[in-house]
């Protein structure tokens, strides 16, 4: 069992939940920045192709593989310190993280070959990614554990934290398209590569800040302690714990699915509203109107999900999604506006999932200390962002290597077969990707409302009784 015990600290509350979402906001200043113009600052400022793109993030993923890992075990065998045990590394790399998404964007070597201008692409990415985001966001994220024990405050974490997101998201997506496109005299929007650098070093500044209002304003309650020499659970036997943890390898592949669709419809945006519609404010507008929306829902999701359950509340959220796309492919709206209607209904389905997921990860650590007397957060949760890696690029390398394959170039991104094959990319994608989270929670998942509610009762007579 894990040896974890509340201390006599500052009470849980709204202090601990606020600072909290301002992590996963510093997060998102680089994350959803990279996810959602990464591809399109290639293509069309660098000149990159956008398979090559899709290549480098397949690649970055395999590196993740070895770097998510090891910065889980790191975390899970350290011991912990005044600070805590995840808190420091906050601290640590939140500086590292933020220089490195700016000098992703070297708008600067725009002219230098472009052997040069992928070589740097790729370590650029290599570096932020893989290693300096990788050394923050599994502290992060494993942190939740141990700022309460309890199951209802955790979901509250959940909910504030995606709420963090949302506001990143909204910044990002909404704000950013206004600012870094420009209409030439032909009336095409067109991407402006020097703007967009300017307003990477602004939100790396960002991010910096608030993982300093994340850092200062939570408190470690759970002093997690690593394995001990004889327990019952050795630490030899991590690799076997993970691969037949049903609710694990469950959460993972719903994760990767639920990405693929999240960071198509974010990513291909770039592509269909300046190119097929040819209108970035409706492209504004819809990230504004899905933001606000999953601001709205956050409040009722906590009670929602300890009356029906998490598990039962992502599927409904999956399916809500996948309908409203597909309606939308076989609608084919040409009124802008309509597609935003569909894109926006997608979006809080995809939302509901978005604002649980967090809480879930923490029912699968639960479950796995249940099933193996040892608590590893660092090591399960470093699994789960390893499998949104894996989700991010399956959707990038797939919305690159389709791009490409309907003939996508910068002479090519108004014609109109080009525009049309990015219409179906843009509604097909999500749609196949929410009926496969759907599927995965409902055949695979074990973790219903009941099963949680019991393993947490569980857990709470075994430390009672330690």
Known sequence: MANATATSLRPFGMRDKVSYAFGDIANDCTFILSSTFLLKFYTDVMGVDAYVVGIMMMVARC??????????????????????????????????????????????????????????????????????????????????????????????????????????????????????YYQDEAGNQIFNGSTFSVVALIFSIAAILCYFVCYFGTTERVKIAPPAKDS??????????????????AIILAAIFLLLSQLTITSMAQYVFPNFYRNVPAQSTSATIGSLGILALSPAATPLAKRFGKKELSIVGALIGAASYLICFLVRPENVWVFVAFYVVAYLGMGVFNILIW????????????????????????????????????????????????????????????????????????????????????????????????????????????
């Open 63 to 180: 590196v993740d593989a070895v770097t998510d890992m090891t910065m889980g075990r790191i975390v899970d065998l350290s011991k912990p310190s005044k600070a805590g045990k995840f808190r420091p590394w906050i601290l640590r790399g939140s500086g590292l993280v933020a220089v490195m998404s700016f000098l992703m964007y070297p708008v600067w070597f725009q002219d230098m070959s472009l052997a040069f201008k992928i070589v740097w692409m790729f370590a650029t990415y290599l570096l932020w990614g893989s290693v300096f985001y990788t050394m923050v966001n599994i502290p992060y994220g494993s942190m939740a554990s141990a700022i309460t024990p309890e199951p209802t405050q955790r979901t509250q974490l959940s909910v504030y934290r995606n709420a963090g997101a949302t506001i990143a998201s909204l910044a990002i997506s909404a704000g950013v398209p206004l600012i870094v």
């Open 359 to 466: 809480a879930c990860i923490i029912d699968v650590i639960d479950y796995s200390e249940i099933k193996n007397n040892v608590r590893e957060d660092g090591t399960i949760y470093s699994c789960y962002s390893f499998a949104r890696k894996l989700g991010q690029a399956a959707s990038s390398g797939l919305s690159g290597a389709l791009i490409s394959l309907v003939g996508y170039t910068d002479a090519t991104k108004f014609d109109p077969q080009v525009t049309n094959g990015i219409f179906n990319i843009a509604c097909l994608v999500p749609t196949i990707g929410f009926i496969l989270v759907a599927l995965t929670l409902i055949f695979l998942y074990p973790l219903s409302r009941k099963i949680v509610e019991s393993n947490s009762a569980e857990l709470e007579r075994r430390r009672n009784a330690g």
């Open 232 to 249: 019952k659970a050795p630490k030899t036997n991590f690799l076997k714990n993970l691969v037949t943890n049903r609710a694990l390898l």
